[in-house]
């Protein structure tokens, strides 16, 4: 409401709906405003790049992997050979087999007991990671990428956006496997055309990217200072432009005597 939003809020209903609501407002978490602004701004860029991680790490792998080798340094290509050697699968089937394994483990985790969800999640992962490793099902760096993939969905605010990284991850992961980094390209074109065209009740869901609007970007992907987000969003169309009232430094006394 501060921001000038609305929110709607149902019997019998746990969560909240507010809007009109951009793409922005999956990153952004109460804290960042009770920090100071250059924390906040860190652990916003850290959300965001943690989100692309999540869903492009293990597409990336399989274009490297399959189509582009020539892009890993030589110093990387032995422990990555070394780490492939017995594995009988092509990269696509070990990726999808991972993945599989880590939502059938989240699921889980979801439907039990909180204590006995944390540990099927812990155990769960670290027995059937090492297990399929030491059977040479998988490689270990692709291991690797999976877990921290699968940590860095968690980073964002609001839980529901981590279904939808999981989600995206699957097709990226089919185009990476028939087309390389051509087919990554094409995922990124249709999930760009995707968002470009989604509405909150009117207003368009990549503002202020898209349309650009340079004004609302100081609490966007960084927190700016308190001095410079007193007005809210312009694309929210509020009876009253100020969040807040800056601070007057005209006003202010010095307690010191000059």
């Known amino acids: 409401l501060i921001n000038g939003q609305v929110a709607v809020l149902s019997s019998g ?9 951009t793409i922005i407002d999956y990153f952004i978490s109460p804290e960042d405003y009770f920090l100071p602004w250059v924390l906040a701004s860190f652990f916003r860029l850290i959300r965001v790049f943690s989100v692309l991680f999540s869903i492009f790490g293990t597409s990336i792998y399989i274009a490297v992997i399959t189509y582009h080798y020539e892009m890993i ?25 991972l993945e599989f394994t880590i939502e059938l483990l989240r699921e889980a985790g979801v439907r039990l007991p909180t204590k006995v969800g944390q540990t099927l999640g812990i155990v769960g992962g670290i027995v059937i990671g090492q297990a399929s490793v030491e059977a040479s099902l998988t490689s270990n760096v692709l291991l690797i990428i999976v877990a921290l993939s699968a940590l860095a969905s968690f980073t964002t605010p609001i839980y529901k956006m981590s279904n939808t990284i999981r989600f995206l991850r699957f097709p990226l992961i089919l185009l990476a496997s028939i087309w390389g980094g051509l087919g990554i390209v094409i995922g990124i074109a249709f999930l760009i055309i995707h968002l470009t065209r989604l509405e909150s009740l009117g207003t368009p869901y990549t503002v202020p990217f898209y349309p650009f609007r340079p004004e609302d970007l100081t609490d966007s992907l960084i927190r700016a200072p308190y001095s410079k987000t007193s007005k809210r969003p312009n694309y929210l169309r509020p009876k ?3 969040r807040y009232h800056p601070h007057n430094h005209k006003k202010k006394k010095s307690d010191f005597d000059e």
Request: glycine share 6%; proline share 16%.
């Open 13 to 21: 209903s746990p969560y909240v709906i507010t809007g009109p609501s």
């Open 73 to 97: 340094p030589n110093d990387l290509f032995g422990s990555l050979s070394t780490s492939r050697y017995n594995v009988p699968f092509p990269p696509v089937l070990e990726v999808i087999f």
């Open 240 to 242: 009253s432009i100020w």
